[in-house]
């Protein structure tokens, strides 16, 4: 006889958004801050956090979670939208405005992507017009997801929505925008200069989940699968491997609660927590790559610098400064480079990738002691990435020792 718990379908959510508002967890505070920018009349609001951190899934349950009377809520992902010409992302817009506000498109004259082209402005002074009479008493706010992806690298070439976007937010006193941003280097900064008419944007982290919330996600997602137990040491390892990351942590679960299907064994413990994390490293790859596309490749070395330092320590007070372990590496670290890896290092805390954790003495100044923060992501680092594989990127992008300095640091390693 077939045992209904093998039938039951996976709760837990990878590589997909979230739709189901009681999924989601920690977000309160996120949600208290837009109501009261929304209510205070903040015209453009600003989330940030790094990518697979679950922006996309807040993102589709806004409208559920927060209750303002006064608004309506509309999505645009604007992932894709780099190229494409500005008509094209209003027509787009626009029929995501329709749709979402369950407008019928009989009743609402959307210009032609054609109309657009030639005078962008009929968004506003044809579409939206309609839009608020629609909505009456009601207030427009947009959603756009991925809104860094509309500038290349060097924030230079900049899809000419986001200028229009400027031109009109303050002119229309129903719009309102919320941007969702990865943490492109300097995204903040220059969201901030781009918007300086609008005035300083009020912005707020999208982060890791706290120990509780946590917790919650791991218990409370499985909810209909009631003989579904987790032995408190699995919890307690769940939150150390994934340090609270949503991604991480529902990536975990996932596994755990497919192996225990599998084996019809609803009772999860350490030794099946074991099981699932080379799993995990693999199935996961996208979320631990996708993190890294805002790195240079020298902050990249420093990741795996770091994850390496932690790896030879015996224990966190023994993890040394990842200037000495390229140092085993052979690079010359000179005076100029120290400070030079030392503000990459600062970049990637500031990125939310290391947290420092104490100070060590080289050659004769103190130099900052890091830990990569969330240990799942160390684990992959030194799985997929391990400075012993990365020796040609290493000579080509640092000064390497002579062999004269090799045999002197060796001499002098103990002093």
Not at 122 to 131: A, H, R, S
């Amino acid at each position: 006889m077939t045992n209904l718990m093998t039938l039951i379908k996976n709760p837990y959510t990878v590589g997909r958004p979230i739709f189901k508002p009681e999924n989601l967890f920690g977000r309160e505070t996120i949600l208290s801050f837009i109501q009261e920018q929304l209510t205070s009349g903040a015209k453009v609001t600003l989330l940030h956090g790094q990518r697979r951190m679950g922006m996309t899934s807040f993102m589709n349950n806004i409208a559920e979670y927060v209750r303002l009377d006064e608004f309506v809520f509309v999505r645009l992902s604007l992932e894709d939208k780099y190229n494409k010409s500005l008509d094209k992302i209003l027509y787009d817009l626009a029929r995501n405005i329709t749709d979402e506000l369950g407008i019928s498109r009989t009743t609402i004259n959307i210009p032609t992507q054609e109309d657009l082209k030639v005078e962008p402005q009929d968004f506003v002074n044809i579409f939206l017009l309609q839009v608020y009479q629609q909505l009456k008493r009601k207030n427009l706010v947009l959603l756009l997801d991925e809104f860094d992806m509309l500038w290349d690298n060097s924030c230079q070439e900049i899809n000419s929505f986001v200028y229009f976007l400027i031109s009109i937010i303050n002119l229309q006193e129903k719009l309102f925008i919320i941007l969702f941003v990865g943490r492109r280097e300097s995204s903040l900064e220059f969201i901030q200069s781009l918007f300086r008419e609008v005035g300083k944007l009020p912005h707020k982290e999208l982060g890791l989940l706290d120990k509780s919330n946590t917790i919650k996600l791991v218990t409370e997602i499985p909810r209909e699968a009631t003989n579904y137990r987790y032995d408190p040491d699995v919890i307690e390892a769940i939150w150390e491997l994934s340090g609270g990351h949503p991604y991480y942590t529902q990536l975990l679960c996932y596994n755990l609660f497919q192996q225990a299907r599998n084996k019809d064994k609803w009772n999860v413990n350490y030794q099946d927590f074991q099981g699932v994390i080379n799993k995990s490293l693999e199935e996961g790859e996208p979320a631990f790559v996708s993190p890294l596309e805002v790195l240079s490749t020298q902050q990249k070395l420093i990741l795996s610098a770091v994850a390496e330092a932690q790896k030879r320590a015996t224990n966190s007070d023994h993890i040394v400064s990842p200037l000495v372990i390229l140092e085993m590496y052979d690079v010359k670290v000179m005076e100029n480079l120290i400070e030079e890896l030392i503000t990459a290092a600062k970049h990637l805390v500031d990125l939310r990738f290391l947290e420092e954790i104490g100070e060590q003495k080289f050659r004769k100044i103190k130099v900052p002691i890091y830990k990569v923060r969330i240990e799942l992501f160390r684990l992959w680092l030194l799985k997929q990435h391990p400075l012993e594989r990365q020796r040609d990127l290493i000579n080509e992008l640092f000064p390497k020792k002579s062999s004269l300095q090799r045999i002197w640091d060796m001499a002098f390693s103990n002093e």
